[in-house]
């Protein structure tokens, strides 16, 4: 993309009275004020407040003089704030029909003080309680709107042992723009002299992100889209860009006819749509996904568009101003295109929707539009496009069918156009996303097995008291021992099952040999184990139990259909607790009655009574 240098040979004067050229005076850029439909600018050392049909609703007279290529910035409900020499003044004028408009410093050295640093810029934030001011190689300053300092950072900082803004010229490096606010994302966006675009929060003196364009130029426009998108439009290389607010990245870029002015500035309105005139006669307007629309309401070859539209006060409709020529030239010298221009032979001014294309409005000047502020007091003051646009969206007369709407109403409306985008991170084989969701749910079942686990197993008394070590050792020991007690049983009952004699030793030994078991295994299961403490249920026996009453048998029976009865009495006592054990033991040899005999004597169980 070539460079665009822009040459014009045409100033458009609409003057409506009779005085001579040289007693009008010129008036700052204007501001629209939302709230009351009136226009503010400054002349020279006073300050006016005008009606929408033109005429003085009041004046002000300063001490300072007004730098007229600044508007005055909005402050909030009776509150417009200036620059006048290098100085930050407040103008407070109150309700309609209440007390005078004064004005006073709010930035800089008092009356008869030299003003030593230059004022690049500010803005306000929209409820006014807060003003950024951006100050020529000292940095941008957050003021409460009372006047005391909140914070203020340069285009250099410092986090974490690294350097961030001026990455490749940190000594003539400064904030070169006016601050921009985006009222929806609660951000600051600044850029530098090295073409960086810095983001800020409206809280703190942090950078968010910072975006370098020196490929493009170090000078570009900021404009915030309230919408979830920030607009950087390059006059130079004729380019619009869609930044995301919350990254920086660019969305979309998109070329545009060449530009009149350096500072070349679009407007967004309430349906998201971004519009900017250029000098090839058309219109620019983008949706918020980038869709281009061109509009011309005259032939484009023979007329221009110089200055920027304005929102209508429903900030759904533009207007623009589209001038007629009787002559224009345009051709490209290497990197450079220069359009010229000679004698304008009209203008057209155009009111319209960018998102639809409906015209609500559209009148010729000369004309119609000649005599609408002709008998009013603007016939003191030399009006240029600017001025006259500004002027028409205010104007009432007009009557036009769209509703006019408050600064909250219009920021809710586009503010609620942004939407967060579902981004998929999953973007592979469906297969393998699905094994990889199964194995990593696996693998947290097995981690929050394991926590639970380690938080149960640390918690148990023994282990507090003894410490790991004494603990394991005493478990392999407890394991060690029952292994060698289930031997022994095991033994036991081979021998008792072997005997063909009652033998009360033997059997006295398998019931101690039992009980000691049984007691191990409610220590493993319990205090020594690698779960939580708690009291083990009573074990089943090892013998076969014939439960009879309030008395328990073992019973063993051999090969040779020989019955062993180990037989045990529970006391009863009162308690419960204590019990006393009767063993005895008896032989008994079963004979069959015949060989023609099918069934089997039953075996007989016979029980000594209990001791008390």
């Excluded at 998102?355 to 008998?375: D, N």
């Excluded at 920021?411 to 991170?425: F, G, M, P, Y």
Aim: net charge neutral.
């Amino acid at each position: 993309m070539t460079l665009l240098l822009f040459f014009l040979v045409l100033v458009l004067v609409a003057t409506f009275s009779s005085f001579s050229v040289s007693s009008y005076r010129w008036l700052s850029k204007p501001l629209l004020g939302d709230d009351d439909g009136r226009i503010y600018a400054c002349s020279h050392s006073n300050f006016f407040a005008f009606e929408s049909n033109g005429t003085i609703a009041w004046t002000l007279h300063l001490d300072y003089k007004c730098n007229l290529g600044n508007a005055p910035v909005r402050g909030g409900h009776g509150k417009v704030y200036l620059i006048a020499d290098n100085r930050i003044l407040v103008i407070k004028y109150g309700s309609i029909g209440g007390s005078e408009p004064e004005a006073e410093v709010f930035f800089g050295p008092r009356p008869g003080q030299p003003a030593e640093a230059e004022i690049i810029g500010l803005s306000v934030s929209t409820s006014g309680s807060t003003v950024y001011i951006n100050v020529k190689n000292r940095g941008l300053f957050a003021y409460h709107s009372h006047g005391s300092l909140l914070w203020s950072v340069g285009p250099v900082l410092y986090q974490f042992g690294y350097r961030q803004g001026c990455r490749k010229n940190i000594s003539d490096c400064y904030f070169d723009s006016s601050p921009v606010l985006d009222q929806c994302e609660a951000s600051i966006y600044i850029s530098n002299t090295e073409g960086e675009l810095y983001c800020l929060s409206i809280r703190s003196r942090y950078f968010r992100w910072i975006q370098d364009f020196s490929s493009l130029d170090k000078n570009f426009t900021i404009t915030p889209g309230n919408n979830g998108h920030l607009y950087v439009t390059v006059p130079t290389k004729a380019l619009v860009l869609a930044l995301d607010v919350f990254s920086g990245n660019v969305l979309w870029q998109r070329s545009i006819g060449p530009l009149s002015k350096v500072d070349s500035a679009p407007i967004v309105d309430s349906n998201g749509w971004i519009s900017i005139g250029s000098l090839d006669g058309f219109l620019y307007s983008f949706s918020p996904n980038g869709v281009l629309k061109k509009f011309s309401r005259m032939n484009a070859e023979n007329s221009m568009i110089q200055v920027g539209p304005f929102l209508d006060c429903s900030g759904f409709a533009v207007y623009s101003s589209q001038i007629e020529m009787e002559g224009k030239v345009s051709h490209t010298t290497g990197e450079y295109t220069l359009v010229s221009a000679i004698r304008p032979k009209g203008a057209l001014f155009t009111m319209l929707v960018p998102a639809t294309g409906s015209i609500y409005w559209s009148e010729r000047y000369p004309g119609h539009v000649s005599t609408l502020f002709s008998e009013s007091d603007l016939s003191r003051f030399v009006m240029n496009e600017e001025t006259l646009l500004a002027f028409l969206a205010a104007s009432t007369e007009i009557g036009t069918p769209l509703q006019c709407r408050t600064i909250g109403q219009k920021l809710a409306s586009s503010c609620s156009q942004e939407r967060t985008k579902l981004v998929s991170i999953y973007t592979g084989n469906e297969r393998t996303i699905v094994l990889f969701l199964f194995f990593e749910s696996s693998l947290m079942l097995v981690l929050i097995g394991l926590v639970r686990f380690c938080c149960t197993f640390w918690a148990k008394k023994k282990l507090k008291n003894q410490g790991l070590g004494s603990f394991l050792d005493k478990r392999c020991s407890l394991q060690l021992k029952k292994k060698a007690l289930d031997r022994t049983i095991t033994e036991l009952e081979q021998k008792a099952a072997e005997e063909t004699a009652m033998n009360s030793e033997v059997f006295e030994k398998l019931g101690d040999t039992v009980r000691e078991r049984e007691h191990i295994e409610r220590k493993l299961s319990s205090s020594y184990s690698l779960g939580r403490d708690r009291t083990g249920s009573q074990p089943k026996p090892m013998l076969p139990v014939h439960q009879m009453g309030r008395r328990k048998s073992y019973s063993f029976e051999d090969a040779k259909q020989k019955m062993v009865t180990e037989l045990h009495t529970l006391s009863d006592t009162s308690s419960g607790e204590s019990s006393t054990e009767e063993e005895a033991c008896m032989v008994e040899d079963m004979e069959s009655s015949s060989t023609e005999a099918t069934a089997q004597t039953p075996v007989v169980h016979l029980d000594s009574p209990s001791s008390e």
